[in-house]
């Protein structure tokens, strides 16, 4: 099972619940295959769909998480029980050989001895059989006394602010995947004050759609360029949305009370003219302060006010660079 499955098993299940704008993006794709055999205003009526269902699923990421590990339980879990020898197919073959009596049948075709031989040769058998599957419990049970002892081992460090633990922990759980997915990345380090950076490489571009979709009175599709501010309110949603999941994450793998995430996309340079990548969005994030949220129904953009942040964003212009956040002295 390996130490993830065992802190898992010990600390909780591995996914929450996925949320409606998942499972309902997985039933459009599935109705992609029929896209072809519809007629034009089903296709009209599909192509909008998606379109608004995309766009849920880009400002929601906050709203699914990891469940976290109880680091505090892994590191006063109990050694996992030596397996014992039940001898249980033996027991059931001797069973049969002690309580054998040979009926009417038996005695006219003297096949008495030949019955006696027969479970004889059974318990044998039995006896093997329990053998070899004790053998197997046995390897069993050693690998998961090492999975064990792993596990602890990585709580008492990460209880102890170890700062090669809490990078092992979260690069070998890896619950970024979503987000890699919907075009972004990570890199993830520890800074001077032993706190958790998590650096969000953000692509607005790539993932936010520069088109609107919809339907006009006759249900035929209407796609249009998207308005600069719709286009900037988006993105500015889906990266606070990252942000807020990123640090979930990360506390549902560390025991930390704080972490900081910030975000970095491509920004015009008005010194080079050239894109750079510059952050714009800096949170240093507390756990109590996000544990307090409501995820269905926050605002990921209204919700940043809660969090010491460097985030400077207009309607009309977009993301500007900031300083990365530092949490107070």
Avoid at 139 to 153: A, G, P, Q, T, Y
Avoid at 274 to 303: A, G, Q, W, Y
Wanted: glycine share 4%; aromatic share 6%; hydrophobic share 35%.
């Amino acid at each position: 099972m390996g130490w993830k499955g065992a802190v898992r098993s010990i600390g909780a299940a591995v996914r929450a619940t996925e949320r409606d704008a998942k499972r309902r993006q997985r039933e459009l794709d599935k109705q992609q295959k029929q896209y072809e055999k519809m007629q034009a205003l089903e296709q009209a009526a599909y192509a909008v769909e998606v379109y608004e269902n995309d766009i849920e699923v880009i400002q929601s990421i906050h709203k699914e998480c990891s469940n976290p590990i109880d680091w505090e339980i892994v590191a006063k879990s109990q050694e996992p029980k030596k397996p014992s020898n039940l001898k249980n197919n033996e027991k059931v073959a001797r069973s049969k050989m002690d309580n054998y009596k040979p009926g009417f049948i038996d005695k006219i075709f003297k096949r008495e001895e030949k019955k006696r031989i027969s479970h004889s040769e059974n318990t044998v058998s039995a006896i093997e059989e329990d053998k070899a599957e004790y053998k197997k419990n046995i390897r069993s049970w050693e690998k998961n006394i090492s999975d064990w002892k792993e596990s602890v081992l990585l709580a008492q460090l990460l209880l102890n602010g170890d700062e090669d633990a809490k990078i092992r922990a979260i690069e070998e759980l890896d619950p970024f995947s979503e987000i890699s997915n919907l075009g972004s990345n990570l890199t993830i380090s520890v800074n001077e004050s032993s706190l958790i950076e998590a650096t969000i490489h953000i692509h607005g571009n790539d993932i936010v759609p520069s088109e609107v979709k919809s339907l006009l009175k006759s249900g035929k599709l209407s796609v249009k360029n998207m308005p600069n501010g719709k286009f900037n309110e988006i993105y500015q949603d889906y990266v606070c949305s990252c942000v807020l999941r990123v640090a979930n994450e990360l506390f549902s793998a560390i025991p930390d009370n704080m972490v900081i995430v910030t975000a970095v996309d491509e920004l015009l340079s008005t010194k080079t003219g050239h894109l750079e990548k510059s952050p714009i969005l800096s949170v240093c994030v507390s756990r109590s302060t996000l544990e307090s949220f409501n995820m269905n129904n926050i605002d990921p953009s209204d919700s940043m006010s809660n969090f010491i942040h460097n985030m400077s964003f207009k309607k009309t212009k977009g993301f500007e660079p900031v300083e990365l956040a530092r949490p107070p002295s």
